[in-house]
């Protein structure tokens, strides 16, 4: 299937690991020219193993998205390459560390940090890119969100709070910028194995008596048996299929949604 993605210019936040760069791999793949934007200082790095491979145009950039002024610079230092943002995956986000469940376990500065990086970051891309968009009447914005962000996950409430935060503005996003001929949509994943779902393991093993505690692949397995109906993890590539169909001119009247790739963990009736 052509997705017509040739030529396209696409910014990846948290492009650096994880879903982030399946994504770009996949993009380019599709013969678009990639930029990874990641507070990594691996990232330029990575972008030039990643063009290597994939004989395609990769660059990266360093940038801390909580800092606005820095995010803008990011973006006319992209456009300076790049000459045009046609599409935005942003992927850059953290959990609170802590098993939250219940959420007493936690305190309510363990909250900040989390939407800090996953709300406002997320604010200050939007308001960086979304002109850019506007100004050729052209775009598509696809933010990666969680199934936490829909069923109120107790194992790290501030990130599931965040990530339903995260899909609230991506719908009031779409809504606005629809009259310019731009897209939004946000994808779910459900259980991916990442650092992030690890950590989760990890501050949920700690708390636990020594004869209660599991391996990671135990602690995991039990969760797939249990709550996803295909019985089988999800993979970063997986996520990033999703998302560069959303991108591309199959998708052209898919706007406004909230797509999950979760094995059925979640199910709407």
Known sequence: MDLNLSGASVVITGGASGIGLATARTFAAEGAQTVLWDQSDQVTKIASQLSEETG????????????????????????????RITHLVHAAAIGSGKFGFPFTNLTPADW???????????????HAVA?????????CLTFI????????????????????????????????????????????????????????????????????????ADWAGEKIRQLVPLQRWQTP?????????????????????????????????
């Open 56 to 83: 395609q145009s990769v660059s990266g950039f360093q940038v801390d998205l909580t800092d606005f002024s820095a995010v803008q610079k990011t973006t006319e230092r992209t456009l300076a390459l790049v000459s």
């Open 112 to 126: 900040p940090r989390v939407f800090e990086v996953n709300m406002q970051g997320m604010v200050h891309v939007a």
């Open 131 to 139: 002109p850019v968009m506007q100004d050729a009447r052209q775009g």
């Open 145 to 216: 969100s969680s199934i936490a962000g829909q069923i109120g996950s107790q194992t790290d409430p501030p990130y599931s709070a965040s990530k339903a935060a995260n899909i609230n503005f991506a719908q009031c996003m779409a809504k606005d910028l629809a009259p310019h001929g731009i897209r939004v949509n946000s994808v779910c994943p459900g259980m991916v194995q990442t650092p992030l779902n690890q950590s989760v393991w990890q501050s949920w093993n700690d708390r636990q008596a020594p004869e209660n505690q599991k391996s990671y």
């Open 237 to 269: 590539e997986d996520i990033a299929d999703m998302i560069v169909f959303l991108s591309s001119d199959r998708a052209a009247q898919v706007t406004g949604q909230t797509i999950n790739v979760d094995g059925g963990f979640v199910m709407h009736w």
